[in-house]
């Protein structure tokens, strides 16, 4: 059973098709990279998986449960509804932390919300938000940021700000975490740093896309490599093959560049 299965998914803006029908799968424990020029639509695919984006054709599932139609768009149960909230979370290639909060407090504000839809909510406060803030401070002990728990934003290098990003998109305990090129905004000092965490997270088995311009990274990392040509799956399968043997002259005009 695949966690994830995208099928014909299709995003248009004015006149311009950006994704033009987009099917693949993914098994739990799988990383799958996503490369390919700007504008190849991979940020439109993964902000689409996301639902930051509403695609105008397909479906989206998970665990075989359909939790996107876009032809069907209000007829979701309160259940897939839900397990669209909690299914992926996501790492920006800016961060997005809320300079207002503390690292704490930026990795349990959704938990912290979330929590209170739960029926016994305010019987168990104290309960709940001591196990909100446990997870969370081993989370971000995980990262490596335990003598950072209480700094704000702006006391943080772009490299321990993107690591709060990942401690926060993992405290919901996603299913699938995504990755829009989230070491795009960081100097090439600060890169290492968070794709070790994203290599540990790999080792772990957690599901995860990446979307990403770091092609040695992807080769060494990946389960599965998707190569996107001008909002197509233009060439897909294991790193090995697709980086030392590509098939299309196109993938290899990209990889060279690289080289």
Same mark, same amino acid.
Not at 9 to 32: A, M, P, Q
Not at 95 to 104: G, M, R
């Given at each position: 059973?695949?966690?994830?299965?995208?099928?014909?998914?299709?995003?248009?803006?004015?006149?311009?098709?950006? %994704?033009?029908?987009?099917?693949?799968?993914?098994?739990?424990?799988?990383?799958?990279?996503?490369?390919?020029?700007?504008?190849?639509?991979?940020?439109?695919?993964?902000?689409?998986?996301?639902?930051?984006?509403?695609?105008?054709?397909?479906?989206?599932?998970?665990?075989?449960?359909?939790?996107?139609?876009?032809?069907?768009?209000?007829?979701?149960?309160?259940?897939?509804?839900?397990?669209?909230?909690?299914?992926?979370? %996501?790492?920006?290639?800016?961060?997005? %932390?809320?300079?207002?909060?503390?690292?704490?407090?930026?990795?349990?504000?959704?938990?912290?919300?979330?929590?209170?839809?739960?029926?016994?909510?305010?019987?168990?406060?104290?309960?709940?938000?001591?196990?909100?803030?446990?997870?969370?401070?081993?989370?971000?002990?995980?990262?490596?940021?335990?003598?950072?728990?209480?700094?704000?934003?702006?006391?943080?290098?772009?490299?321990?700000?993107?690591?709060?990003?990942?401690?926060?998109?993992?405290?919901?305990?996603?299913?699938?975490?995504?990755?829009?090129?989230?070491?795009?905004?960081?100097?090439?000092?600060?890169?290492?740093?968070?794709?070790?965490?994203?290599?540990?997270?790999?080792?772990?088995?957690?599901?995860?896309?990446?979307?990403?311009?770091?092609?040695?990274?992807?080769?060494?990392?990946?389960?599965?490599?998707?190569?996107?040509?001008?909002?197509?799956?233009?060439?897909?399968?294991?790193?090995?093959?697709?980086?030392?043997?590509?098939?299309?002259?196109?993938?290899?005009?990209? %990889?060279?560049?690289?080289?």
């Amino acid at each position: 059973m695949s966690v994830l299965k995208v099928e014909n998914i299709k995003k248009r803006y004015g006149k311009t098709d950006v %994704l033009k029908g987009i099917s693949f799968s993914i098994e739990r424990g799988d990383v799958i990279s996503i490369i390919g020029s700007s504008g190849s639509g991979k940020t439109t695919l993964l902000r689409c998986i996301n639902f930051l984006e509403t695609a105008e054709s397909g479906k989206i599932y998970v665990n075989d449960d359909l939790i996107f139609d876009a032809e069907n768009p209000c007829k979701l149960t309160p259940a897939q509804k839900r397990m669209r909230q909690l299914s992926f979370g %996501l790492v920006f290639q800016s961060f997005n %932390l809320f300079p207002q909060y503390n690292v704490l407090e930026n990795v349990t504000l959704a938990q912290r919300i979330m929590a209170k839809s739960l029926p016994d909510y305010s019987l168990h406060k104290k309960d709940i938000l001591a196990d909100i803030n446990e997870r969370a401070v081993a989370l971000i002990s995980r990262v490596g940021l335990s003598d950072k728990i209480v700094s704000y934003p702006w006391q943080l290098s772009g490299g321990q700000q993107q690591r709060v990003a990942i401690a926060r998109a993992l405290a919901l305990n996603p299913q699938i975490l995504c990755f829009d090129e989230p070491t795009s905004a960081l100097d090439p000092e600060l890169t290492g740093e968070v794709l070790r965490v994203i290599r540990d997270l790999a080792a772990e088995n957690i599901t995860m896309i990446i979307v990403t311009h770091e092609m040695k990274f992807a080769e060494d990392v990946s389960s599965r490599v998707i190569f996107m040509d001008e909002g197509v799956i233009a060439e897909e399968g294991p790193p090995g093959l697709v980086f030392s043997n590509p098939s299309t002259e196109r993938l290899r005009a990209f %990889l060279n560049v690289f080289d």
